[in-house]
């Protein structure tokens, strides 16, 4: 065997910690390194039968649960393409994933039975598969597992090889699949090994969903490549998460900060054993400083960072002994990552110019499936990825994000970051998130509003707003209007979908 992809991670963990713990799910039920390197195999070999080989792609549509990710090692075994698909779309965009990659295998949970039948009436995927035992006229991977022959055959891959292939999450127009190559994956589970201290006794507690880039290539993979322990949850619950915190002397755990928000709100938060974490990480937006408060209280303090899909994700980390000292900041570029700040026309910009963030490194994808022009789009001349992302250095390297390219308000020719007003606007007692949209203006060309959810109980309105952000900001900046939402839509990663808003509020 010559895999030097991902493939070759559960062979040689087998090798090498085989009795050691490597997930912990469902009711507490336990898999070592060897069983998992086992069910992986035995799963490679249902592959096979198939005739599924290089460049191949093998979706997988379910939550959380040790299947996923041997499905995934399985794919990488044979030199497959593994494709996660998100669970929260509907049947027709479940199709149009599955057609677009062109899925030779899709393996889903029960569950989600009803939109896959809807969704392959039309994409027409070979071999459909649920997880588990199935039935007696149509048996499902766990059974057909059991009955597979011995798999010896690993694929020869190379780190230039693809190894999945991640949908954007498609806030505008139709997602596009961003290629990911083994080497990506392998390296962005390098810089969090480093930047994130990732040790072979952690143990990880999964609450975000692996269909995510973030869980998988930051969360998922450099535990594995640890030989670390990982606690998967099939979905997120304050209360549970809680509870296995304490149950499994949980080290790590990462999320977004409504994640965090919700566990310190918990009635259980205050009499929970919270002392075995020592590493919190927190992405898709900056940490409100209400929630800094709560989780330093308890001794705890986050590591913050920066990244996109086609990073694999990760572009920036901010250890947690610099979130007060460098507040506001996503951090340095991680140690195999480049990142630099560029004007319209290409140039760098010096420190503290505001620009376009692009990111190098051999954790950038490259390219996506299919999209020969948007590939050729996303990247420079000289093979930098375009992030489409405004932001600043400042004179120690670090990164600050002032918010999306597209989402820039022009009011009266002065440049406004929704980013900086919200995070301001989330310091605002009452208020809970918070997004800033342009909305066009006679006068000014356009205008903020801003999209609030507040505490229940709370009293905040558009005075209110204003009057506590007057002489903070320029007056320019200061929301026209505020409205109170129940909820803000978001993608899987827990960002906010801008696109929706604007259409909502008629923009």
Known sequence: MHQHGIGAWLVKR????????????????????????????RISAVLREWGVGRGDAVAYLGENSPEFLQVMFAAAQVGAVFVPVNTRLAAPEIAYVLADCDARVLIHDPDFAVPVVAATSTARTPHVL??????????????????????????????????????????????????????????????????????????ALMISPLFHVASLG??????????????????????????????????????????????????????????????????????????????????LSFAQGYGMTEASPGATALPATMTRVKQGSVGLPHFFTDVRITDPTGAVLPTGGVGEIEVAGPNVFPGYHGRPEATAEAFTADGWFR????????????????????????SGGENIYPLELEQLLTEIDGVTSAAVIGVPDERWGEVPWAILT??????????????????????????????????????????????????????
Not at 16 to 31: C, E, Q, R, Y
Not at 388 to 408: F, Q
Request: charged letters at 20%; glycine letters at 10%; one cysteine or more.
């Open 14 to 41: 087998r090798l090498k910690s085989p009795h050691t713990v490597a997930l912990i799910h469902g009711d507490g039920s336990t898999m070592t390194y060897g069983q998992f390197a086992d069910a992986t195999d």
């Open 130 to 203: 649920v997880t588990g035992e199935g039935a007696a006229d149509r048996p499902g991977l766990a059974h057909l597992a059991r009955a597979a022959a011995a798999f010896t055959d690993h694929a020869d891959t190379t780190h230039r090889e693809p190894a999945a292939i991640v949908y954007t999450s498609g806030t505008t127009g139709r997602p596009k699949g961003a290629v990911l190559t083994h080497g990506n994956l392998t390296w962005v589970a390098l810089n969090c090994v480093v930047d994130y201290d990732v040790v072979s006794t952690d143990v």
């Open 218 to 299: 930051m969360g998922a993979l450099p535990v594995i490549l640890k030989g670390a322990t990982m606690v998967i949850e099939k979905g997120f619950e304050p209360g549970r998460a809680l509870a296995q915190i304490e149950r499994h002397g949980v080290t790590m755990l990462s999320g977004v900060p409504t994640t965090y928000q919700l566990m310190a709100d918990h009635p259980a938060w205050a009499s929970t054993d919270l002392s075995t974490l020592t590493k919190l990480t927190c992405g898709g937006s900056a940490v409100p400083a209400r929630i800094l408060n709560a989780y330093e209280a308890r001794g």
């Open 387 to 410: 992030s489409g992302d405004l932001g600043h250095l400042d004179a120690d390297g670090y990164l600050y994000i002032s918010g999306r390219l597209k989402d820039m308000i022009i």
């Open 454 to 507: 507040v505490r229940e109980g709370a009293s905040v309105d558009t005075d209110t707003v204003r009057a506590c952000l007057d002489g903070r900001i320029a007056r320019y900046k200061l929301p026209k209007n505020v409205v109170i939402v129940d909820e803000l839509p978001r993608t899987a990663s827990g960002k906010v979908r801008k696109a929706d808003l604007r259409t909502r509020f008629g923009v």
